[in-house]
């Protein structure tokens, strides 16, 4: 699979071109090859064995690929130890020097570059204000809490100016609030100076909420890349459907298919509208989709859309939204259901009707081995 991400020109233009790779004889990267434009952000999303971290640190020099090659900026840097590819990389564990305080610890990839003091001095004052640490660069590492210390270990990966920054999930060991807080300064950060940044979690909201561009992989191949609001509203097959986020899934035999639409007879009796994700035949069964928040619940029949009876499982309350389980009489499966404010009329074991909004049901040729 080739994809070209757009970009600017801060940052430095990354090509990976068919690489795979293998330990012994599992592959855990098959023929990828993408294009990341100068100054994007992409997160590398997946679940753990879907072969992002082999990739990044493919790209960062730590692992030679088994075939394939590795450009920034147009170079071949492939075969080149990671200190000459001009590649910054941020561990989860931080990877800190406890002997060094902190201005030594930024400073360093200065020092072995055999840059002037002065020189090293004036650039890591400007990355220690940079992360937000102006004044403790004369701390030691274990003065510092977690997102301190993650601070640091940024500062030093950008001190150097690197063309692009490689982030192995870096806020996987903070708590919730705290990963929260420094994602959208790494985000601000990252829109700032232009960097070019490949990013990996398992993570979907933090992908979502930092990145211009997400590429979700599954066995060692990517899936699909694009923007955000792309990968959620349009998923590319019924795995990254799955992966994205909640879903309700139908099945159903397809009645008509033209023009990227069909209509579909769902196994629950009734005909619905949907969008094709693929050329699909007349009479093929399909996997329909639709997220929870396109699932509009009534207390009563309402309208003449296509509706489904269901019993209400749990009504949860939240404040600004609402959450509901319903239940489909005979099977006593569950469909989801989210909306804002209070669910006027709906209780805890009543019946309602629910409808989808138009648009959002996305047909997939069914695929029973498919796992989220």
């Known amino acids: ?25 599992v592959k855990v990267l098959d023929n990828v090859s993408m294009e990341i434009g100068s100054g994007e ?11 992002k971290t082999t990739l990044l640190r493919i790209i960062g020099g730590l692992i030679q690929p088994g075939t394939g090659r590795i450009r920034v900026a147009g170079r071949d840097i492939t075969r080149l130890p990671p200190e000459k590819r001009d590649i910054g990389f941020v561990f989860q564990n931080y990877a800190l020097f406890p002997h060094l305080t902190v201005a030594e610890n930024i400073g360093f990839p200065l020092k072995v ?5 002065r020189d090293i001095d004036r650039q890591v004052q400007e990355a220690l204000g940079t992360v937000g640490l102006a004044g403790l660069g004369r701390r030691h590492p274990a003065q510092l809490s ?7 270990a940024l500062a030093r990966a950008i001190v150097f100016r690197p063309r692009v920054l490689l982030l192995d999930e870096p806020l996987g060991a903070l708590d919730r609030q705290l990963r929260q807080q420094l994602g959208l300064e790494l985000r601000s950060l990252q829109r700032r100076s232009g960097i070019t940044m490949v990013y990996v979690t398992h993570d979907q909201e933090e992908a979502f909420t930092m990145s211009t561009q997400v590429a979700v992989m599954n066995q060692g191949r990517v899936l699909q890349i694009g923007a955000p609001q792309e990968i959620y509203r349009r998923p590319a097959d019924l795995f990254v459907a799955r992966f994205v986020g909640e879903l309700n899934s139908f099945e159903g035999i397809v009645l008509d298919s033209a023009g990227g639409r069909a209509t579909v007879r769902l196994a629950e009796g009734i005909e619905v509208d949907a969008v094709a994700a693929a050329p699909l035949a007349v009479s093929a069964r399909v996997v329909c989709t639709v997220r929870p ?6 207390s009563a029949a309402n309208g003449t859309e ?16 609402h959450r509901l389980e319903l239940l489909l009489p005979g099977s006593g499966r569950v469909v989801k259901a989210e909306g804002r404010g209070e669910p006027a ?7 309602v009707t629910a409808r989808f909004e138009p648009g959002s049901i996305i047909a997939f040729p069914s695929a029973p081995s498919v796992q989220a």
């Open 345 to 351: 009329g709906i209780v805890e074991g009543g019946m």
């Open 113 to 117: 570059r055999g840059l002037p003091k």
């Open 306 to 321: 296509p509706t489904l009876q269901l019993r209400v499982g749990t009504v949860i309350f939240g404040g600004s939204w």
């Open 293 to 298: 928040e396109h699932v509009r619940v009534d």
């Open 41 to 51: 952000f992409v997160t590398l999303l997946g679940a753990s064995g879907s072969g």
């Open 1 to 25: 699979m080739t994809v070209e991400v757009g970009g600017g020109d801060a940052g430095g233009n990354l090509q990976i071109e068919a690489v795979s790779h293998a330990y012994a004889t």
């Open 146 to 152: 977690g997102g301190q210390q993650q601070r640091v």
